[in-house]
């Protein structure tokens, strides 16, 4: 029965879903305006919005997501050589002949990089060839996080707009929804 509810409510031809989505794509910012002027009714909430389009978006990308995504190319550990990472435009660190060099990169990345390279290498290049999927790991605990802050930027901006900071939120609620759908 639950789902059947939830089902019904959610995916109808005539359901609040569909309703909330064809105005979140067709009049940016329309459905904040509708929702903080109480009209609430026949729309899908901010927060479940969001939660649900987010998941879906999270769950698709993971799916999708190509598993040969090779992260580790700039990174060469062949025998007799070097190790070194290589990050374009002339920016790379390494070792070369048993010492760390760091050429055009930030000085606290170079300490980072230099940590990593003189533990051990072997176990760096394996931390680069997984960093795609521990960046979709953590991309969606990033954004569910930089919401708020997001809205908190958007209260600054607006500072005398007269605007309270939860009409902020659901305004962020309503853009991240967007992003993640597009």
């Not at 899908?44 to 799916?63: E, F, G, K, Q, W």
């Not at 050589?81 to 930030?106: I, V, W």
């Not at 990033?142 to 305004?171: C, D, I, N, Q, W």
Request: aromatic letters at 14%; charged letters at 20%.
């Amino acid at each position: 029965e639950f789902l059947q509810q939830f089902g019904g409510a959610y995916f109808s031809t005539e359901g609040a879903l569909w309703r909330t989505l064809a105005l979140l794509f067709t009049r940016p910012g329309e459905l904040t305006r509708r929702y903080l002027a109480g009209q609430r009714k026949h729309y899908v909430l901010p927060l479940r919005l969001y939660i649900t389009v987010s998941l879906l978006a999270l769950l698709l990308l993971r799916i999708y997501l190509p598993s040969d995504i090779k992260m580790s190319e700039g990174f060469k550990l062949d025998k007799g050589e070097s190790p070194m990472l290589n990050l374009g435009g002339g920016s790379r660190a390494g070792l070369k002949d048993g010492k760390f060099y760091c050429e055009q990169l930030p000085p606290f990345l170079c300490e980072r990089l230099a940590a990593k390279f003189e533990l051990d290498p072997k176990s760096f290049q394996r931390d680069l060839a997984r960093m795609p999927e521990r960046f979709i790991n953590h991309w969606g605990t990033a954004m569910f996080l930089l919401l708020p802050v997001f809205a908190l930027l958007m209260k600054l901006a607006y500072m005398g707009s007269g605007l309270r900071y939860t009409e902020h939120l659901v305004y962020a609620l309503h853009v991240h929804s967007f992003w993640f759908a597009a």
